[in-house]
């Protein structure tokens, strides 16, 4: 796969380490019940530019509910999101992007879901047939632009859902799962992807199971329990030596209950 990272350029410039804004992203005090359930509790994460930060947990922990909560599409019981240190609001959505694990596809061609996502951005004309036609080429997609994006196969679709969310230049990538039930040449060739947007400078928040992928991908890591932050810290460490009873049982595929009081783990990425 050649080399398109300077095709996709984020809405703003990546914060370098020794950079003093604010976080990109931030949650304080982040809950979030249903039915009377706390589902997220007191979340507290801060999270830097350019950086792949994978979100790692048993089924169940509250990650899905977490990137959703992040990305504004479900609105916390408790505490707040901030955006480059301001609440997050519809501009800071707008410099964001979601990929599901089940992506979605218009009853449209390959080349007509990119249109239609470009257009809700504002991107017309010459500007939008030249994303159209790179989005193509990154996602390997250009023999199949004019055939039905619900007919492809599902690496096919996640490739498009993937190239369609860069192509309007998101600052901020969350993915959900994006290689979930995919084999391995398809998850191959997302991982490519996904290193390519990190590459150009876009943050990257992705969920997985695959410790391999996280291991492979990930510069930091969050480790949810129960709705909880257990442990975060930088990727490779996590994985090789956690140090959340939780996060050490998820290593060695063992199932964790928690004893009666504990409490999470904080620490700030």
């Known amino acids: 796969m050649r080399d398109l990272a300077s095709e996709f350029t984020p809405l703003g410039p990546a914060i370098s380490a020794n950079d003093v804004r604010p976080p990109l992203i931030e949650t304080r005090g982040l809950c979030f019940e249903d039915r009377g359930q706390r589902l997220l509790d007191n979340i507290d994460l801060k999270l830097r530019a350019g950086r792949l930060t994978v979100v790692l947990g048993a089924n169940g922990a509250g990650k899905s509910l977490l990137l959703r909560a992040m990305h504004g599409l479900l609105n916390p019981t408790e505490g707040e999101v901030l955006w480059q240190g301001r609440p997050l609001d519809r501009a800071a959505r707008r410099a964001q992007a979601m990929v599901f694990?089940?992506?979605?596809?218009?009853?449209?061609?390959?080349?007509?879901?990119?249109?239609?996502?470009?257009?809700?951005?504002?991107?017309?004309?010459?500007?939008?047939?030249?994303?159209?036609?790179?989005?193509?080429?990154?996602?390997?997609?250009?023999?199949?632009?004019?055939?039905?994006?619900?007919?492809?196969?599902?690496?096919?679709?996640?490739?498009?859902?993937?190239?369609?969310?860069?192509?309007?230049?998101?600052?901020?990538?969350?993915?959900?799962?994006?290689?979930?039930?995919?084999?391995?040449?398809?998850?191959?060739?997302?991982?490519?992807?996904?290193?390519?947007?990190?590459?150009?400078?876009?943050t990257i928040i992705m969920i997985t199971h695959d410790a391999g992928q996280a291991r492979r991908l990930g510069q930091e890591a969050v480790f949810l329990h129960g709705g909880r932050v257990a442990e975060t810290g930088p990727a490779a460490r996590l994985l090789e030596a956690p140090r959340a009873p939780a996060a050490r049982a998820w290593r060695e595929g063992r199932l964790y209950l928690e004893p009666p009081g504990a409490g999470p783990v904080h620490q700030v990425i």
Request: charged share 30%; glycine share 6%; hydrophobic share 40%.
């Open 101 to 202: 694990q089940r992506p979605v596809m218009l009853r449209r061609s390959v080349r007509a879901n990119l249109r239609f996502a470009l257009s809700v951005r504002g991107v017309m004309g010459r500007e939008r047939a030249r994303r159209e036609a790179e989005a193509l080429d990154l996602a390997r997609l250009s023999d199949l632009a004019d055939r039905p994006a619900r007919v492809l196969s599902g690496g096919e679709q996640q490739r498009l859902a993937l190239a369609r969310a860069l192509a309007c230049g998101p600052e901020l990538l969350f993915l959900d799962e994006p290689t979930a039930s995919l084999d391995p040449g398809s998850t191959q060739a997302i991982e490519d992807l996904i290193r390519t947007a990190q590459s150009s400078g876009v």
